[in-house]
């Protein structure tokens, strides 16, 4: 029923080493699995945007009702640690979760505002949201 001569190690031609260029494709196998499994190799993973990056999205669509001259609902925009803080009570970012504050909902219509215009005044571009939805989800560092 089956080939049984090849289970008898007695008739396996003796082994010879590989010619060079076997060897080199050897070599060359076993390098990029080392450099593939070795841990912390390659890039890091992408931080995601910072402080520095968004600051200038805020500065140029909201600090001047959210600045050191004016403060709408008593919230600053032009400082980080003021965007960790509270506005009416409710966190502004949390760290990790952009749509648990109130900033992302601010600025894509989520939030309705009593006057017309601030609903307006409120509204970024898609590709401004992104990013800031980016930054808190991030960490907001
Ligand atoms: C023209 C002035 C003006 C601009 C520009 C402006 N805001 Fe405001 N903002 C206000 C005022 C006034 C309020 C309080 C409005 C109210 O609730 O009656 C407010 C409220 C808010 C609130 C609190 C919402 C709530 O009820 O929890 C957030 C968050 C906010 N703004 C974020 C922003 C962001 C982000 C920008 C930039 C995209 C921005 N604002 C641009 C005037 C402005």
Do not use: Y
Request: hydrophobic residues 40%; positive net charge; charged residues 25%.
């Amino acid at each position: 029923m089956f080939a049984v001569h090849s289970a008898d190690p007695s008739h396996r031609p003796t082994p010879h080493p590989p010619p060079p260029r076997d060897r080199l494709a050897v070599v060359a196998v076993g390098l990029l699995l080392a450099i593939s499994t070795a841990p912390n190799s390659g890039a890091a993973p992408d931080p995601g945007p910072t402080w520095k990056a968004v600051a200038p999205i805020l500065a140029r669509g909201c600090v001047e009702c959210h600045g050191r001259e004016e403060q709408g609902a008593g919230l600053r925009l032009d400082r980080r640690a003021d965007l960790l803080g509270e506005v009416r009570g409710k966190p502004v970012v949390v760290p990790g979760d952009p749509e648990a504050g109130r900033l992302i909902p601010a600025v894509t219509g989520a939030i309705r505002f009593k006057k017309a215009k601030l609903n307006q005044e409120h509204r970024l571009p898609d590709e401004s949201v992104a990013q800031l939805r980016a930054w808190i989800a991030a960490g907001a560092r």
